[in-house]
Structures are given as structure tokens and as C-alpha cells.
């Protein structure tokens, strides 16, 4: 069974900056592209990052552009999320996703098949 498990969330001032990781088992994600989501209590669930199968290209939200940095260490089953200049609105739940990589989008949530658990984001005024 394919596992994604987030950790590194918690509660930081705003300003400040997290680093989530997430860590996969139960397939070897080696052509998968990696995402981060995240969903705020009463929203839909929003795309933040991605990185394809290689680790070559990445792609942001505007939100997110500038201030994350999505990486990953494929032999590891390891992709990260580097959150710097978090601002309070960034408070969500954090989820990992994974999908094949066959190209075209990146940022919609209906094409990932393997989620985590999510890890809680806080960011206070």
C-alpha cells in the first residue's frame, strides 16, 4: 500500500518559516510528480507546490511563489516543502500528494491518487 506521511508543521509567528517533509513508502515515486496542498478550515483544499518526476521543474501558486521552495530526494521517497515569510493566512493543514507523471498539469487536486494525513500549519499575527 502507498503511504505518504507528513510531518514538520506546528506553530510559528508570522514571519517566520517551517519546513515540511514528507515521506512516502509503498511505491517508488521515481516517475511521480510531488505536490503540496493545503486546506484552511471551510475552504476547498488548494494547490501550493509541485515538482515533476525528475526534481527539474517546480510550480507555485501565486501565493506561494517567492516565499516556498519545494524540493525532493527521490532515492530517499522524500519531498519537502521550505515555507519562509509566513504570513497568517498560509494556517492550513498541509497535505503531500503524489501522481504519475504524464506531464500536463500539476495544480489540481482531482489528478493526484496518493495523499498523507495532512500536518497543521499555524501562523500567528
Known amino acids: 500500500q502507498v503511504q505518504l506521511v507528513e510531518s514538520g508543521g506546528g506553530l510559528v509567528q508570522a514571519g517566520g518559516s517551517l519546513r515540511l517533509s514528507c515521506a512516502g513508502s509503498g511505491r517508488s515515486f521515481m516517475r511521480d510528480a510531488m505536490g503540496w496542498f493545503r486546506q484552511a478550515p471551510g475552504k476547498e483544499r488548494e494547490f501550493v507546490a509541485a515538482?515533476?518526476?525528475?526534481?527539474?521543474?517546480?510550480y507555485y501558486s501565486a501565493s506561494a511563489e517567492g516565499r516556498f521552495t519545494i524540493s525532493r530526494d527521490t532515492a530517499k521517497k522524500m519531498v519537502f516543502l521550505q515555507m519562509n515569510s509566513l504570513k497568517p493566512e498560509d494556517t492550513a493543514v498541509y497535505y503531500c500528494?503524489?501522481?504519475?507523471?504524464?506531464?500536463?498539469?500539476?495544480?489540481?487536486?482531482?489528478?493526484?491518487?496518493?495523499w498523507g494525513q495532512g500536518t497543521q500549519v499555524t501562523v500567528s499575527a
Open positions: 515538482i515533476n518526476w525528475s526534481g527539474g521543474d517546480t
Open positions: 500528494a503524489a501522481k504519475y507523471d504524464s506531464g500536463g498539469y500539476y495544480s489540481s487536486t482531482h489528478q493526484y491518487e496518493f
